[in-house]
């Protein structure tokens, strides 16, 4: 069984940082695709940042500058270092992975096959 597990979220004012985890087990982080995605109440989920089993990274433009993306392969963990935060980063943050990773995965949803229960981010302004 494939479990992603997120920790680190909590509220923050306007200009701190957080550092989001996930911890992956059933799988190595190093074989998939792994991203961050956000979804606030009544909006669609948006990609924030994915990292291929190379390390190549994306990001979405809104976090681009503030946000890193990393994974410790030999602690099957993956991290979102969220440096000055907005008000509008206020979001339920999730956790993502997709086995096989492809060149073509990206932001889509329906890319990943396994996902985190996410973890509450609130900036306060």
């Known amino acids: 069984q494939v479990q992603l597990v997120e920790s680190g979220g909590g509220s923050v004012q306007a200009g701190g940082s957080l550092r989001l985890s996930c911890a992956a087990s059933?799988?190595?982080?190093?074989?998939?695709?792994m991203a961050w995605f956000r979804q606030a109440p009544g909006k669609e989920r948006e990609g924030v940042a994915l990292?291929?089993?190379?390390?190549?990274?994306t990001y979405a433009d809104s976090v681009k500058g503030r946000f890193t993306i990393s994974k410790d392969n030999a602690k099957n963990t993956l991290y979102l270092q969220m440096n000055s935060l907005k008000p509008e980063d206020t979001n339920m943050y999730y956790c993502?992975?997709?086995?096989?990773?492809?060149?073509?995965?990206?932001?889509?949803?329906?890319?990943?096959?396994?996902w985190g229960q996410g973890t509450q981010v609130t900036v306060s302004s």
């Open positions: 990292i291929s089993r190379r390390g190549s990274t």
């Open positions: 993502a992975a997709r086995f096989p990773c492809e060149s073509w995965v990206g932001f889509r949803t329906t890319e990943y096959n396994y």
């Open positions: 059933g799988y190595t982080a190093s074989s998939n695709c």
